[in-house]
């Protein structure tokens, strides 16, 4: 059993099922990880999460700037890999969300967002690391903070502040007496439960699917015991098919991301009406 219960894996305890012994249910507690370096409560540390991000941060840079460091007319593999998936982010999203004109300058960070949220997500099912970064809330609410403020600051600049007012408030004169509730609603709206949905919609899908991951993982240890054996064997398979789904799923949520990030930023360049 290991010392430390935040710390406890499937195959790390000797609780199976008929030995008296309760369920290991996953929890808050499978989401906390004692500090690699540092003091937790002094707020300064360095632990498995803040590794996961720092060493997915360098594979990205790593992986693109080999791709494109020396690129040719006729590309290699990996410089093949690379320019589908900026093709497929540029293309496929910026492009169609912001159009090609407007939106060309915004492709580098639309990338980078896309690749990022992306990697972090795929940890969940990386052996040794096995754990989706963007679960733990500050994740994702830091990168919606980044896409908040451009828009906000793009909303300003394009349409200056009463342009800008009646952008966030979605005025509209023809409304005639609910124009003040409309445009209140519309103001929270846009400017508070929108970005709250933006980083909230990545962390929950990200923390349920690892939630889910863990209980038919540690539920196929604590089952393989006697008759529970064949139990534990369905359990088995239905980690197989959460981690195919998660794999669609951790693509799926990186493009979503990424789409409404365009949607803000064509949002904020478009003449209000």
């Given at each position: 059993m290991s010392a430390d219960p935040t710390q406890v894996l499937a195959f790390e305890t000797d609780c199976h099922i008929f030995d008296g012994c309760g369920?290991?249910?996953?929890?808050?507690?499978?989401?906390m990880f004692e500090p690699l370096w540092g003091d937790g409560d002094s707020n300064v540390y360095f632990n498995k999460t803040m590794l996961l991000a720092l060493l997915g941060s360098i594979?990205?840079?790593?992986?693109?700037?080999?791709?494109?460091?020396?690129?040719?007319?006729?590309?290699?593999?990996?410089?093949?890999?690379?320019?589908?998936g900026y093709d497929f982010v540029r293309r496929g999203i910026v492009y169609e969300t912001i159009g090609k004109k407007e939106g060309e300058k915004y492709v580098p960070l639309v990338v980078s967002l896309f690749f990022?949220?992306?990697?972090?997500?795929?940890?969940?099912i990386v052996p040794v690391a096995q754990f989706p970064v963007?679960?733990?809330?500050?994740?994702p609410l830091v990168l919606a903070a980044i896409v908040y403020i451009l828009w906000v600051s793009l909303t300003f600049k394009r349409h200056g502040f009463v342009g800008a007012f009646k952008n966030f408030t979605?005025?509209?004169?023809?409304?005639?007496?609910?124009?003040?509730?409309?445009m209140t609603i519309e103001f929270f709206s846009n400017l508070i439960v929108r970005p709250f949905t933006h980083a909230v919609r990545l962390f929950a899908n990200m923390?349920?699917?690892?939630?889910?991951?863990?209980l038919f993982t540690i539920a196929s240890w604590y089952l393989l015991?006697?008759?529970?054996?064949?139990?534990?064997?369905?359990?088995?398979?239905?980690?197989?098919?959460?981690?195919?789904?998660?794999?669609?799923?951790?693509?799926?949520?990186?493009?979503?991301?990424?789409?409404l990030t365009c949607t803000f930023i064509q949002g904020a360049l478009a003449e209000h009406h």
């Open positions: 369920f290991p249910a996953p929890g808050l507690h499978s989401f594979i990205i840079v790593g992986f693109f700037w080999a791709a494109f460091r020396k690129p040719k007319v006729v590309p290699g593999k990996l410089q093949l890999v690379a320019e589908a990022f949220v992306w990697m972090m997500n795929i940890w969940s963007t679960s733990i809330i500050s994740y979605g005025y509209d004169k023809s409304l005639g007496p609910v124009l003040p509730l409309a923390f349920a699917g690892h939630t889910l991951l863990l015991n006697g008759i529970g054996i064949a139990y534990a064997g369905v359990s088995f398979i239905m980690v197989i098919v959460m981690t195919a789904f998660e794999l669609f799923i951790q693509a799926l949520q990186a493009y979503v991301f990424v789409l």
